[in-house]
């Protein structure tokens, strides 16, 4: 006997029109406040100085998304967020960690040539080379063209 898997769990169902459940109420509850304004304000310049910002957020979150998600899933982990008291304390503990390190006589030859030849590090090295390179490159272009300092590079 085979059974019917549900594939496409994380979409929601369209219940009222186009519009999900959560969408709807939204809708009705941004509609529900621009009439709160208009039964107070009725059509002057204070109504839409409220009610036009609050429609255009409430639509935004009705519809907006956000990573992929819709922005009203984020609304309460924001006011939670903001709420919420933040008190951070780092309190650094002390690790003391003791290490023996034993110290092996050198030869002299080795103490004279670490102390004759500084170590050039690999990034210097690798400068120089490339530098290298380049002034062949442009020897190579100059003997080609016939031209001296072409200043390609």
Known sequence: ???????????????????????????????????????????????????????????????????????????????DFVTKPHVRVFNREEISIVSKIEKKPMADKQKQAAVEEPKESRLKKLAYLLDQKVQEEDELLDAKTGVQGTGLR
């Open 1 to 79: 006997m085979q059974f019917a898997v549900p594939q496409f769990t994380d979409v929601e169902d369209k219940i009222i029109g186009p519009f999900t459940l959560k969408q709807f109420l939204i809708v009705v509850a941004v509609g529900g406040l621009d009439l709160f304004f208009w039964s107070l304000l009725k059509f002057s310049f204070f109504f839409f100085v409220f009610a036009l910002p609050t429609t255009i957020v409430g639509l935004g979150i009705t519809f907006g998304k956000f990573n992929g998600r819709p922005v009203y899933s984020y609304v309460l982990t924001f006011i």
